[in-house]
């Protein structure tokens, strides 16, 4: 585990951090499609992503859910560390897009480390940064962007967390993650099948010009 964990955040971490990290982490491997952060839970641990990929929800006053980003390897939840280290209750949902390993850090250490690790306090606010960008580009594609492109983009993001071209995800899960329908969904789909940008097959699809 401890090679796996250079890998993902050696380039930013101390060696006692490293240390420190596998000392009082505790690693869970996850399957995809299972939730590990709720609306409304009391969060009281902070993921670090070795490998896979989790997906981040929000949810409306009418239980309506839209997707605000990906994270990756070496990424974490910036809004969990906002409810750690706020002692607030999660205001988003975090779901694996394919199976993940996960080291769970207990939230009293996420202070302690600002002061002590130069490397932690770069990467919280480096986190902090890159998630904040993401949000901007999620806003600019709700406020600026056509269904068509939001679409494509969504499948192009999606073969960068999965690392594959061929998707296997429903109309209606793609609906789900974008706040619209399954027709529409379907029906734009075939559009940029139509263009050659993807290739669709039962509850599945393959992103061709990316």
């Known amino acids: 585990m401890k090679e796996a964990l250079v890998e993902s955040y050696g380039f930013l971490f101390e060696d006692e951090l490293i240390e420190e990290i596998l000392s009082v982490g505790n690693v869970q491997v996850i399957e995809q499609g299972i939730t590990i952060i709720e609306y409304g839970q009391s969060v009281r641990f902070m993921p670090l992503l070795l490998d896979g990929a989790?997906?981040?929800?929000?949810?409306?006053?009418?239980?309506?859910?839209?997707?605000?980003?990906?994270?990756?390897?070496?990424?974490?939840?910036?809004?969990?560390?906002?409810?750690?280290?706020?002692?607030?209750?999660?205001?988003?949902?975090?779901?694996?897009?394919?199976?993940?390993?996960?080291?769970?850090?207990?939230?009293?250490?996420?202070?302690?480390?600002?002061?002590?690790?130069?490397?932690?306090?770069?990467?919280?606010?480096?986190s902090y940064s890159n998630r904040f960008l993401e949000l901007l580009e999620a806003i600019d594609s709700l406020a600026f962007s056509n269904m068509h492109d939001r679409i494509y983009r969504y499948l192009k993001d999606k073969v960068l967390v999965t690392k594959s071209t061929e998707l296997e995800v429903t109309h209606q899960e793609i609906a789900n993650d974008l706040h619209s329908s399954r027709v529409v969904i379907s029906r734009l789909l075939k559009g940029l099948e139509n263009e050659g940008k993807i290739k669709i097959s039962r509850n599945k699809l393959e992103v061709l010009d990316f």
Not at 67 to 82: R, V
């Open 54 to 126: 989790i997906k981040i929800m929000r949810q409306d006053s009418e239980g309506e859910e839209l997707l605000l980003y990906f994270l990756e390897s070496g990424d974490t939840c910036t809004m969990t560390l906002t409810c750690c280290m706020g002692n607030t209750k999660s205001e988003i949902r975090a779901e694996t897009e394919k199976d993940s390993t996960l080291i769970i850090i207990p939230v009293e250490f996420m202070s302690i480390w600002l002061q002590k690790y130069d490397g932690w306090r770069s990467f919280v606010f480096d």
